[in-house]
């Protein structure tokens, strides 16, 4: 998508042909600056300090990072550090793991001379199939958007709400729950985005609100405990979020807050759907409140915001009374039944085993 006019991905291979080059999402919304990647061990802490952040992009990094250590030493001993080493930035998003286990069962039978070139391969691979994917999402949610288009009055935007930030910035290109609002905008149907801020690292005010706003897509900031009132106030049409890992079974893990936003959303027959890529889906988990990891960060995330002054400097301050613990849970699960639906790049299903095994018949059972 755009920055300043400009077509930007989220993640890029340099001239050189080596180092990786990223958004630096940490600085956003009040600085655009990029981070340079030169070995397995700063993907990694980009990764965990959330440099990159989004379950696609997570994978995508994790893919580089692969192919940068490779670069370093083709061996099979530095091909399990670098896989171990990857796999523990963030327990959550699935899609890690996926990419992770893609590169290595490709490097692993092929002889270490070659390997360095087929994990740069691979990764471009990754990032560029992530881009069509979210087109095919995109496509797909498009549908929904048009049908609850024609129950408006002539020229009223549909209202969609989401959560988090599951755009562009969390993917290598177009995003996830955002792939069908950025295809309706450019498609003229009148669209407007209620976006949560989503605390406690803001970043549906900071990323979604930024990337929304480039690309010039009416939006209106709200603070989380918003959306009830909303919904009970016949503003919301719909609700579209990304989601971290998604159970064989349907169940959605999310950004913490997502889970109540289904709630509100049951309760007001308001449509609840997901926007997910298939490497998003894992197979193996039926029972998402259960199986699914649930992250849990650093408390400064929650008693510090950062923010930019009038002089335009950034800072961070305080905002939790001195002494108070805080508590930090970065995700919650959406049981399968709130969810009306799964927009994948396959088509849409119901949030259930069947309906993710009859767009997906080849996966079940799979771990990654
Ligand atoms: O903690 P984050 O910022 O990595 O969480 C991101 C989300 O929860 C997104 O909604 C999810 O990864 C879907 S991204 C297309």
């Given at each position: 998508?755009?920055?300043?006019?400009?077509?930007t991905?989220t993640?890029?291979?340099n001239?050189?042909?080596?180092?990786?080059?990223?958004i630096?999402?940490?600085r956003?919304?009040?600085a655009?600056e990029?981070l340079?990647l030169q070995?397995v061990?700063?993907?990694?802490?980009a990764?965990e300090r959330m440099?990159?952040r989004?379950?696609?992009?997570?994978g995508?990094?994790a893919?580089?990072g692969m192919?940068?250590?490779?670069?370093?030493?083709p061996s099979d001993a530095?091909l399990e550090?670098?896989?171990?080493?990857?796999m523990?930035?963030?327990?959550?998003a699935?899609?890690?793991?996926?990419?992770i286990?893609r590169?290595k069962?490709?490097l692993?039978?092929?002889s270490?001379?070659?390997?360095e070139?087929?994990?740069?391969?691979?990764a471009?691979?990754?990032?560029?199939?992530?881009?069509?994917i979210?087109?095919?999402?995109?496509?797909?949610?498009?549908?929904?958007?048009?049908?609850?288009?024609?129950?408006?009055?002539?020229n009223?935007?549909v209202?969609?709400?989401?959560?988090?930030n599951?755009?562009?910035?969390?993917?290598?290109?177009?995003?996830t729950?955002?792939s069908p609002i950025?295809?309706?905008?450019?498609?003229?149907?009148p669209?407007h985005?209620w976006?949560?801020?989503?605390?406690?690292?803001?970043?549906?005010?900071?990323?979604?609100?930024?990337?929304?706003?480039?690309?010039?897509?009416?939006?209106?900031v709200?603070?989380?405990?918003?959306g009830?009132?909303?919904m009970?106030?016949?503003?919301v049409?719909?609700?579209i979020t990304?989601?971290?890992?998604?159970?064989?079974?349907?169940?959605?893990?999310?950004?913490?807050g997502t889970y109540?936003k289904?709630?509100?959303?049951?309760d007001?027959s308001?449509?609840?759907?997901v926007?997910?890529?298939?490497?998003t889906?894992?197979?193996?988990?039926?029972?998402g409140?259960?199986?699914?990891?649930?992250?849990?960060?650093t408390?400064d995330?929650v008693?510090?915001m950062t923010g930019?002054?009038?002089?335009?400097?950034?800072?961070?301050?305080d905002?939790?009374?001195?002494g108070s613990p805080v508590?930090n849970?970065?995700?919650?699960?959406?049981p399968?039944?709130l969810?009306?639906?799964?927009?994948?790049?396959a088509?849409i299903?119901?949030a259930?085993r069947?309906g993710?095994a009859?767009?997906?018949?080849?996966?079940?059972g799979?771990t990654?």
């Amino acid at each position: 998508m755009k920055i300043n006019g400009r077509p930007t991905r989220t993640i890029w291979l340099n001239d050189d042909g080596r180092t990786v080059e990223v958004i630096d999402q940490t600085r956003l919304p009040f600085a655009y600056e990029t981070l340079l990647l030169q070995n397995v061990e700063e993907a990694a802490i980009a990764i965990e300090r959330m440099v990159v952040r989004g379950a696609p992009l997570i994978g995508a990094t994790a893919a580089y990072g692969m192919a940068l250590a490779m670069a370093d030493e083709p061996s099979d001993a530095n091909l399990e550090m670098a896989s171990d080493r990857l796999m523990r930035t963030r327990p959550t998003a699935v899609n890690l793991r996926w990419a992770i286990n893609r590169v290595k069962s490709e490097l692993i039978d092929i002889s270490p001379k070659d390997r360095e070139a087929s994990a740069y391969k691979l990764a471009a691979r990754i990032c560029n199939e992530d881009v069509e994917i979210n087109a095919s999402i995109g496509r797909n949610g498009l549908e929904i958007i048009k049908k609850a288009a024609t129950n408006k009055p002539k020229n009223a935007p549909v209202n969609v709400l989401t959560h988090c930030n599951a755009g562009w910035l969390a993917t290598v290109d177009w995003g996830t729950a955002t792939s069908p609002i950025y295809m309706a905008h450019d498609e003229g149907i009148p669209v407007h985005v209620w976006v949560d801020e989503t605390r406690p690292r803001n970043q549906g005010a900071s990323l979604t609100a930024y990337e929304l706003g480039h690309h010039g897509v009416p939006h209106t900031v709200i603070p989380d405990n918003t959306g009830g009132h909303l919904m009970q106030h016949g503003h919301v049409d719909l609700v579209i979020t990304g989601t971290d890992r998604t159970t064989a079974a349907g169940d959605v893990c999310n950004k913490i807050g997502t889970y109540l936003k289904a709630l509100a959303a049951k309760d007001n027959s308001v449509p609840f759907y997901v926007a997910l890529p298939s490497p998003t889906i894992d197979f193996a988990l039926f029972d998402g409140v259960k199986d699914i990891p649930i992250e849990q960060r650093t408390g400064d995330e929650v008693s510090k915001m950062t923010g930019i002054t009038e002089d335009g400097s950034i800072q961070t301050v305080d905002i939790v009374a001195e002494g108070s613990p805080v508590a930090n849970y970065a995700f919650d699960v959406t049981p399968a039944r709130l969810v009306t639906g799964l927009i994948t790049e396959a088509g849409i299903c119901d949030a259930s085993r069947e309906g993710i095994a009859t767009l997906f018949p080849d996966r079940a059972g799979m771990t990654d």
